[in-house]
């Protein structure tokens, strides 16, 4: 079973600012990684798939990379819609499985 | 528009059990995977099933294997969730959510609270 550890837990900044989140696999999901974007009251909205690949109409601002056990979401400058809180999502092996979540909150 | 919309949640005591309902529409339900993801109050995601479009893949996490079932009516554009000997830890929203590769759309959910 693939485990997803994600940090920060928790990533105060201020808008325009940029933020850099983690998700680390406990073994090798190839680029088979998503990103996941939830507000409260809200269902999930998927942002990242296959690592880099940005959903239907995600801004520009919302970048992912990596490959393997080590990836990176980066908003490039934080506007107020993007506080909330994040998940990653592995789709390699069965079972699937999400990290913990950062929430970005406002600094 | 793709439209996912739950029913079946409820209280119930430990070791009862429930049938989860997700209708579907706005898509051509029997062309997709579809999972139930869900989400304990206040806590993260949590993936708990998947079944593929034509019902003959199925996967659970551990933590429900044995005690859920998942299935789905492709004729009613209906997937379910059968859920028994509930415990504590089982309190959370139940989402159902399309996707054989990726989850692109989910329901709000059903509440299912298991308590005494």
């Known amino acids: 079973e693939i485990v997803l550890t994600q940090s920060p837990a928790t990533l105060s900044l201020s808008p325009g600012e940029r933020a850099t989140l983690s998700c680390r696999a406990s073994?090798?999901?190839?680029?088979?990684l998503a990103w996941y974007q939830q507000k409260p009251g809200q269902a999930p909205r998927l942002l990242i798939y296959?690592?880099?690949n940005r959903a239907t109409g995600i801004p520009a601002r919302f970048s992912g990379s990596g490959s393997g056990t080590d990836f990176t979401l980066t908003i490039s400058s934080l506007e107020p819609e993007d506080f909330a809180v994040y998940y990653c999502?592995?789709?390699?092996?069965?079972?699937?499985?999400f990290g913990g979540g950062t929430k970005v909150e406002i600094k | 528009e793709v439209q996912l919309v739950e029913s079946g949640g409820g209280l119930v005591q430990p070791g009862g059990s429930l049938r989860l309902s997700c209708a579907a529409s706005g898509f051509t339900f029997s062309n997709f995977g579809m999972n139930w993801v869900r989400q304990a109050p206040g806590k993260g995601l949590e993936w708990i099933s998947h079944?593929?479009?034509?019902?003959?893949?199925?996967y659970y996490a551990d933590s429900v294997k044995g005690r859920f079932t998942i299935s789905r009516d492709n004729a009613k554009n209906s997937l379910y969730l059968q859920v028994s000997g509930l415990r504590a830890e089982d309190t959370a929203v139940y989402s159902c959510?399309?996707?054989?590769?990726?989850?692109?759309?989910w329901g709000q959910g059903t509440l299912v609270t298991v308590s005494s």
């Open positions: 079944i593929s479009s034509g019902g003959d893949s199925i």
């Open positions: 073994q090798s999901v190839s680029s088979y």
């Open positions: 959510a399309r996707g054989g590769w990726w989850i692109d759309y």
């Open positions: 999502h592995q789709r390699s092996n069965w079972p699937r499985a």
């Open positions: 296959d690592a880099s």
